[in-house]
Nanobody, 123 residues
Framework: VQLQASGGGLVQAGGSLRLSCAAS????????VGWFRQAPGKERELVAGISWGGGSTYYADSVKGRFTVYRDNAKNTVYLQMGSLKPEDTAVYYC?????????????????WGQGTQVTVSS
């Protein structure tokens, strides 16, 4: 599975952005997907995850109620809708797919990574 994240940019605090993670491969619908972010000097953190069918999701406490992850398997794409953005959301955002049989809660289970997309939130 090859992944490509897009949709990042510069936005003012309180604004919104939608990130997209487009995947190649006909079996993309079999993979759980996570969105991670990494700010300068900080560890990469999982912010949201979604099961292969979209019926189960996870959000980090820091984004709960502001971010929504969803997927369109017909388009081989997973989205991260980000709202009420804060300066502390500034980071490079990555999407990744979980190895079959793995869990989107466990970073070690992610076997396929896309390149990052920069999100910058100005105050």
């Amino acid at each position: 599975v090859q992944l490509q994240a897009s949709g990042g940019g510069l936005v003012q605090a309180g604004g919104s952005l939608r990130l997209s993670c487009a995947a190649s491969g006909r079996t993309f619908s079999s993979y759980a997907v996570g969105w991670f972010r990494q700010a300068p000097g900080k560890e990469r953190e999982l912010v949201a995850g979604i099961s292969w069918g979209g019926g189960s999701t996870y959000y980090a406490d820091s984004v709960k109620g502001r971010f929504t992850v969803y997927r369109d398997n017909a388009k081989n794409t997973v989205y991260l809708q980000m709202g009420s953005l804060k300066p502390e959301d500034t980071a490079v955002y990555y999407c990744a797919a979980v190895r079959l049989g793995g869990s989107y809660y466990d970073i070690s289970d992610y076997g396929y990574w896309g390149q990052g997309t920069q999100v910058t939130v100005s105050s």
